[in-house]
């Protein structure tokens, strides 16, 4: 989905959701839809007015919300999973999150952003990367910044992720392209990158399956062919069945004396 919320304005952005839902509807077997970060609050963090205290006015909690209901609704109705960015808040704490919703309408899980920077101190930071089971396979999240850190891609690989679905609000340039390309390269594995401006696929050849930045596009629908994973990770030259694990050490900086 590519779509460019308000900020701060709840309300409208869930209706807009909504419509841009109801047009994924009419397309044929879409089985995984994916919104921006912070979609619902429109990402209200990075407004300067907007303090940490201020954030729990534009968080939802995910159990009572009548947005996440209405949507949850929706997803059982159309039998599709769906990655929804919002603010959620739970026990105080409030959160950069994605909500994971499955074919049956429930809360099939919950990613809080890991890495936090900058206006992003304003949430309290995320504490796992977990994958997910799903009818197509393992699938992991993570949250703009996060792709940034080559861990989180990796650590997802390795739990056995196939598929990475990244909500985000930040850079969508060239650099981002290049570190797409390569975090889906390096890891054999495909990340459906999702922004405001822009729905881009990389796979585990490190190539691009879909790149559209059309401001007249609402949403882009990609299939893609989730077989290229093992057989690129079984391949002579794979990356992750061939790991170095017993030297990848940060213990010790100097080599010591023979």
Not at 19 to 30: D, K, S
Not at 91 to 99: G, K, L, P
Not at 131 to 140: A, I, P, R
Request: glycine fraction near 6%; charge should be neutral.
């Amino acid at each position: 989905m590519k779509v460019v919320p308000q900020k701060g304005q709840i309300d409208s952005n869930h209706r807009l959701l909504m419509e841009v839902l109801a047009g994924i509807a009419r397309e044929p077997n879409v089985d995984v839809v994916v919104t921006p970060e912070g979609f619902l609050d429109g990402y209200v963090s990075t407004e300067e007015s907007v303090s940490g205290s201020d954030m729990k006015k534009f968080a939802i909690d995910l159990k009572t919300s009548s947005y996440i209901h209405t949507i949850s609704q929706w997803a059982r109705d159309n039998r599709c999973w769906l990655i929804v960015g919002c603010t959620r808040v739970e026990n105080a704490c409030v959160y950069n999150t994605a909500a994971i919703i499955n074919r049956q309408g429930t809360l099939a899980g919950v990613y809080d952003k890991l890495h936090l920077q900058t206006h992003d101190h304003k949430y309290t930071p995320g504490n796992h990367l977990n994958v997910y089971d799903s009818d197509f396979g393992l699938f992991g999240v993570m949250i703009c910044a996060d792709r940034r850190w080559p861990e989180t891609v990796r650590t997802l690989a390795l739990k056995g992720a196939q598929v990475i679905f990244n909500p985000t609000y930040g850079m969508h340039n060239d650099l981002n392209l290049a570190m797409m390309r390569t975090r889906a390269y390096e890891s054999e594995l495909f990340i459906v990158f999702t922004h405001p401006k822009q729905a881009l696929i990389t796979n585990p050849e490190g190539e691009v399956v879909r790149n559209d930045e059309d401001p007249s596009h609402r949403y882009a629908v990609t299939t893609i062919d989730l077989s290229m994973v093992p057989a690129r990770r079984t391949s002579p030259s794979g990356h992750l069945k061939d790991l170095r694990r017993d030297v990848y050490s940060v213990e010790s900086s100097a080599p010591k004396d023979r």
